[in-house]
């Protein structure tokens, strides 16, 4: 099963830039990374008239998207899937999978928290709260801590504790 953990915190905390890191720091390392975003309201990923959005609105259930350099894909769904649920349908041949905005999830979480922002933090007492990224204004709950600006020793951790070396 290939392993996930959600980025989490409060919106502008950073967390899109973290993940971006992240990815960069482990990809260079040699592991394949996903990633998902969880966005609680509709989103739209092909613009008004282009052919694959005239497929949609002409009732096609998914529209493919297809080019030598990447893939697209829009699905009709009738529900909000589960992170469980949107790995093992649409997730293959990745090491990590790196989410963003899963809050709720039962995964293992990393928080994003600036205390220039003068908020609480989202997940001090989720017991899958495993490290902080910033720099929390108390001694928090959840140790280590990471610096936001560094994303190496996060990367570290975050290696020792879920992926396995590549040989």
Same mark, same amino acid.
């Given at each position: /099963?290939?392993? /996930?953990?959600?980025?989490?915190?409060?919106?502008?905390? @950073?967390?899109?830039?973290? $993940?971006?890191?992240?990815? !960069? %720091?482990?990809?260079?390392? @040699?592991? #394949?990374? @996903?990633?998902?975003?969880?966005? =609680?309201?509709?989103?739209?990923?092909?613009? %008004?008239? &282009?052919?694959?959005? !005239?497929?949609? *609105?002409?009732?096609?259930?998914?529209?493919?998207?297809?080019?030598?350099? &990447?893939?697209? /894909? +829009?699905?009709?769904?009738?529900?909000?899937?589960? $992170?469980?649920?949107? !790995?093992?349908?649409?997730?293959?041949?990745?090491?990590?999978?790196?989410?963003?905005?899963? &809050? #709720? %999830?039962? $995964?293992? &979480?990393?928080? +994003?928290? #600036?205390?220039?922002? !003068?908020?609480? /933090?989202?997940?001090?007492?989720?017991?899958?709260?495993?490290?902080? =990224? @910033?720099?929390?204004?108390?001694?928090?709950? +959840?140790?280590? +801590?990471?610096? $936001?600006?560094?994303?190496?020793?996060?990367?570290?951790?975050?290696?020792? *504790?879920?992926?396995?070396? *590549?040989?």
């Amino acid at each position: /099963m290939i392993p /996930m953990i959600s980025i989490v915190g409060k919106s502008d905390t @950073g967390k899109t830039t973290l $993940l971006e890191k992240l990815i !960069r %720091e482990l990809a260079r390392r @040699g592991y #394949r990374i @996903g990633s998902i975003k969880h966005d =609680a309201h509709s989103f739209d990923i092909d613009h %008004e008239g &282009k052919d694959s959005w !005239r497929h949609k *609105k002409a009732g096609a259930v998914i529209t493919l998207i297809s080019s030598p350099s &990447k893939i697209a /894909m +829009v699905l009709d769904s009738d529900h909000d899937h589960s $992170l469980n649920e949107l !790995r093992d349908k649409f997730i293959k041949d990745v090491d990590l999978i790196l989410t963003e905005g899963y &809050k #709720r %999830e039962n $995964l293992p &979480k990393i928080e +994003v928290f #600036r205390s220039e922002l !003068r908020r609480e /933090m989202l997940c001090s007492t989720d017991d899958n709260l495993i490290a902080i =990224a @910033g720099d929390p204004p108390i001694a928090p709950r +959840v140790t280590p +801590v990471f610096d $936001l600006d560094d994303p190496v020793p996060l990367a570290n951790f975050i290696e020792q *504790k879920f992926l396995i070396k *590549k040989v």
